[in-house]
């Protein structure tokens, strides 16, 4: 599957997603994390974890450095778990772009005209941008995921 970038969508993301969804226990993914390749032809899987540390999620989002040492876009997708007390307990995938501020222009460019391919093709309808940090704290995706309601 091509984007509009030309950037086209690796197999593997579509699997990666899947397993999110449909596999359950211990080695169940809590999140993917995605990237475009070095060579910009491909999105690729650049990690699958069932790490249920909403921390440790945020840590290796924001961590991720390009080829040059530089703090590196990327998308991922996170499965928000929260409880509406009566209403009982929920799950809702959250797809999350985040793009650091310190991203080459060319980059940015790059992950903004593919997000939206990708995005509906793991056909996620939650979606967060996050230039910063605080742009995805936990109260921001738990209020996104829950609607509004938490």
Same mark, same amino acid.
């Given at each position: ?15 990666? #997603? ?35 540390? #909403? ?19 990327? #998308?991922?997708? #996170? ?53 910063? *940090? ?6 921001? *995706? ?9």
């Amino acid at each position: 599957m091509s984007t509009p970038s030309g950037v086209l969508i690796a197999d593997e993301c579509i699997t990666a #997603y899947r397993e999110l969804l449909f596999t359950r226990g211990s080695h169940k993914p809590k999140f993917v994390l995605y990237r475009i390749s070095d060579d910009e032809r491909s999105i690729v899987v650049d990690e699958r974890s069932s790490e249920t540390s #909403y921390e440790a999620f945020l840590g290796k989002l924001t961590s991720a450095v390009d080829g040059e040492g530089r703090q590196a876009p990327r #998308y991922a997708v #996170y499965d928000v778990e929260y409880d509406l007390n009566e209403d009982g307990r929920r799950t809702t995938t959250v797809f999350i772009s985040w793009m650091p501020d310190a991203t080459p222009m060319r980059r940015r460019m790059l992950y903004a005209s593919s997000k939206e391919q990708l995005r509906r093709a793991l056909d996620i309808k939650i979606s967060i941008h996050a230039d910063d *940090v605080h742009d995805i704290e936990w109260r921001t *995706v738990l209020r996104e995921a829950s609607g509004g309601r938490l």
